[in-house]
T-cell receptor, first 113, second 109 residues
Framework: DVKVTQSSRYLVKRTGEKVFLECVQD?????MFWYRQDPGLGLRLIYFSYDVKMKEKGDIPEGYSVSREKKERFSLILESASTNQTSMYLC????????????FGAGTRLSVL | ELKVEQNPLFLSMQEGKNYTIYCNYS?????LYWYRQDPGKSLESLFV?????AVKQEGRLMASLDTKARLSTLHITAAVHDLSATYFC?????????FGAGTTVTVRA
């Protein structure tokens, strides 16, 4: 069964810090996604990637960047963390060419103080 | 931009009764997904609906898709406590998912 592993379950950072959220999947999926989840808003797509070194903006990319240097790893970067980026961040992956359900990691709850 | 609306956002169910969650979306799509999330946990896939008229059932849950009406329903039969969770629908547009706000379900005795 595919596993999507996020490096931290909880993170506390200070305003202005650069923050890295790491995600690794172990099933050779081409597609990887970063979502943030906020109460009443559901999940909103930040960035996604269909291949190594490839990235596309989602619906709310402002204040974020991503890196995909290897197929299995997709990193989300908060260049200068702000309090409005306090949220739950979910990484996901899926296989290309099928309509199989996207698989999610356990999530990282980030608090920016 | 693809918009996905779920209702209700909160649903208090009585054990043994039947309920329905609705998911409307704004643009043409033939692919819709239902997920479940337990508190503090990640999202677990429940159903994948890939064509108009598709119906999937698992235990007390049944999902259907009407692409012409841009509507999916998640029907819960004879609710039990184990079904307490938040349910999300997600619509595939250009191979990325847009999610509804979620329906938080609480089942009471």
């Amino acid at each position: 069964d595919v596993k999507v592993t996020q490096s931290s379950r909880y993170l506390v950072k200070r305003t202005g810090e650069k923050v890295f959220l790491e995600c690794v999947q172990d099933m050779d999926h081409e597609n990887m996604f970063w979502y943030r989840q906020d109460p009443g808003l559901g999940l909103r797509l930040i960035y996604f990637s269909y291949d190594v070194k490839m990235k596309e903006k989602g619906d709310i990319p402002e204040g974020y960047s991503v890196s995909r240097e290897k197929k299995e790893r997709f990193s989300l970067i908060l260049e200068s963390a702000s309090t409005n980026q306090t949220s739950m961040y979910l990484c996901a992956s899926s296989i290309s060419g099928t309509y199989d359900a996207v698989k999610f990691g356990a999530g990282t709850r980030l608090s920016v103080l | 931009e693809l918009k996905v609306e779920q209702n209700p956002l909160f649903l208090s169910m009585q054990e043994g009764k039947n309920y329905t969650i609705y998911c409307n979306y704004s643009t043409t799509s033939d692919r819709l997904y239902w997920y479940r999330q337990d508190p503090g946990k990640s999202l677990e896939s429940l159903f994948v609906l890939l064509s108009n008229g598709a119906v999937k059932q698992e235990g007390r849950l049944m999902a259907s898709l009407d692409t012409k009406a841009r509507l999916s329903t998640l029907h819960i039969t004879a609710a039990v406590h184990d079904l307490s969770a938040t349910y999300f629908c997600a619509v595939d547009g250009d191979y990325k998912l847009s999610f509804g706000a979620g329906t938080t379900v609480t089942v009471r005795a």
